[in-house]
């Protein structure tokens, strides 16, 4: 059968895309770009989406991994995945012009190491290694802190620590809601006296994103499909996917409308659609558009949470 050639429903999640900490970033970024001659630097992409960090590159942006790279007299601005203490002293002692876009949600998550680590406690890290966000909250501890990293429930597991009584956790701020739960669980059935933050640290941009997949799911987990914008180093991005899968539904991260195989709607009648927190909703539209070319019926929108959240910008970039 031609896949071109049959009909399917095409179902939006709500809410998807952008979330504040992003929204914010960019600006940061786009605010700086205006008002200093380029280029400006940034450590790492200041969002992970590929369209976001081209549309930056093209406007005098340059992302660079190493702070050393850094010309004396420059502007540097760290990205939303936030850096370690390390990072920040080594920026600040040279000559340049620093803003931090690291999302506040993320800052939360530092300012609790900070203060564990403050008296004293052992601190898990629930995250992803090598991730930018996982690399710079574990650089938040001072150095006679022990941190350990659990990525999964087998981690959880074989984890040993050297004071259980005086032990907490803190997560990475985008991992699945469900996946944690289960390794919380073990952690905390291996170390009763395991202290919780006072307000969960997987944000609710994460949260919603998961809450609007789980109603998509019931919408196209009979001959469906779930197409998540994202890009592949988009942690959120991945975990859409990923909760789709896990319920049986194919899913795939697409970086655009242009990384979609039409083959793929073989045998398909309802086409999930949603977008990852870094993900601008312009790719949305045009992944909409390509999929009603190809025969998508009445883009019906799900009902999710009304997002409300807004950061305000740093200080010098307000106006
Ligand atoms: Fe902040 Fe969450 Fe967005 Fe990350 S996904 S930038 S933590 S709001």
């Not at 992970?48 to 420059?74: C, M, W, Y």
């Not at 990475?172 to 202290?195: A, C, G, V, Y």
């Not at 795939?252 to 979609?260: Q, W």
């Amino acid at each position: 059968m031609n896949p071109n050639e049959h009909s399917f429903k095409i179902y939006i999640a709500n809410p998807r895309g952008f979330c504040a900490g992003v929204q914010r970033a960019v600006e940061v970024v786009e605010k700086a770009v205006a008002l200093f001659p380029p280029p400006i630097y940034v450590k790492h992409e200041v969002v992970h989406n590929t369209h976001v960090v081209q549309s930056l590159t093209n406007k005098g942006v340059r992302f660079i991994e190493d702070i050393q790279e850094v010309p004396e007299g420059a502007v540097l601005i760290f990205s939303a995945h936030g850096v370690s203490q390390a990072v920040q002293e080594s920026a600040k002692n040279r000559n340049l012009t620093i803003y931090d876009a690291t999302c506040p949600l993320v800052t939360k998550v530092h300012m609790e190491v900070k203060r564990y680590s403050g008296k004293g406690m052992e601190i898990i890290l629930i995250g992803h290694a090598n991730h930018p966000e996982v690399i710079g909250t574990l650089g938040q501890a001072s150095a006679h802190t022990k941190m350990y990293l659990v990525q999964n429930k087998q981690d959880a597991l074989d984890l040993q620590v050297t004071n259980p009584d005086h032990l907490a956790y803190v997560t990475q701020t985008t991992l699945s809601l469900d996946e944690t739960k289960e390794i919380l669980t073990i952690l905390k059935q291996r170390f009763p006296k395991l202290h919780a933050p006072n307000k969960e640290d997987i944000c609710y941009a994460t949260q919603n994103r998961q809450d609007a997949v789980k109603k998509l799911i019931k919408l196209c987990n009979s001959s469906g499909l779930i197409l998540v914008i994202g890009s592949r180093s988009s942690s959120n991005s991945n975990r859409l996917t990923e909760l789709a899968k896990s319920q049986g539904v194919t899913s795939y991260l697409i970086e655009d409308a242009n990384s979609f195989n039409p083959t793929w709607l073989t045998n398909v009648n309802h086409v999930g659609v949603t977008a990852g927190a870094s993900a601008p909703e312009y790719l949305v539209e045009e992944l909409i558009a390509m999929l009603k070319k190809l025969g998508g019926k009445e883009a019906s929108f799900t009902q999710g949470f009304n997002e409300t959240v807004s950061f305000s910008l740093p200080k010098g970039l307000q106006n």
